[in-house]
């Protein structure tokens, strides 16, 4: 089992919903990353994380808000998204930093469907 | 720019049979390589993960080698298994941004 978990597995939302993704770690990772992963493609970077402080933004449309309420959780809130956001979204974690043994912890995601 | 390029980039081997996944990459300054498994639908879990000074790492029946002078990676998979059948990524690490490459999809036959 994986020692990131994402909450819900499936997520079927129209267009006006507002919805939340969450996720929850107790590895003690200080560095937690939402990914947007379309099939057959690699995941791509959102938003990432250190400190609970956000400091990546890779350019994502505001209808995509990122929380990171203490350092064990992490959420995306959704509003007013498209069918072309319809994706796995993946979260992940990891120590902060340089270290050449960090790799990221991956949880088995969220299948969103916008409809 | 960097990039991550896996090769071939789908392959099919029957059951029992070994195969080898290939990475190259031109990702600068080079703090790690990650191989990982994804199943479909789900997230990727880690296999590998190598520095600078390792050339190799195994894990169970997956080894991961590591030429940093020709920044090349293989991953070899011993003794395949249908439950191999997954897509397997390539991610690699410089000043704290990792670059995924694309990943190549594998499907053991019976």
């Known amino acids: 089992d994986t020692e990131v978990t994402q909450t819900p597995k499936h997520l079927v939302m129209g267009m006006t919903n507002k919805k939340s993704l969450k996720c929850e770690q107790h590895m003690g990772h200080r560095a937690m990353y939402w990914y947007k992963q379309k099939a057959k493609k690699p995941p791509e970077l959102m938003f990432v994380y250190s400190y609970e402080k956000l400091s990546i933004n890779e350019s994502v449309p505001s209808r995509f808000s990122p929380e990171c309420p203490n350092s064990s959780l992490l959420n995306l809130h959704l509003h007013a998204l498209q069918p072309e956001d319809s994706a796995l979204y993946l979260c992940a974690s990891s120590q902060p930093g340089k270290t050449g043994k960090s790799g990221y912890t991956f949880g088995s995601g969220t299948r969103l469907t916008v409809v | 720019k960097n990039q991550v390029e896996q090769s071939p980039q789908s392959l099919i081997i029957l059951e029992g049979k070994n195969c080898t996944l290939q990475?190259?990459?031109?990702?600068?300054?080079?703090?790690?390589l990650r191989w990982y498994k994804q199943d479909t639908g789900r997230g990727p879990v880690s296999l590998t993960i190598?520095?600078?000074?390792?050339n190799t790492k195994s894990n169970g029946r997956y080894t991961a080698t590591l030429d940093a002078d020709t920044k090349q990676s293989s991953l070899h998979i011993t003794a395949s298994q249908l439950s191999d059948s997954a897509s397997y990524i390539c991610v690699v690490s410089a000043s704290g941004k990792s670059t995924f490459g694309d990943g190549t999809t594998l499907t053991v036959k019976p």
């Open positions: 190598m520095t600078f000074s390792e």
């Open positions: 990475c190259n990459y031109t990702v600068s300054p080079f703090s790690n």
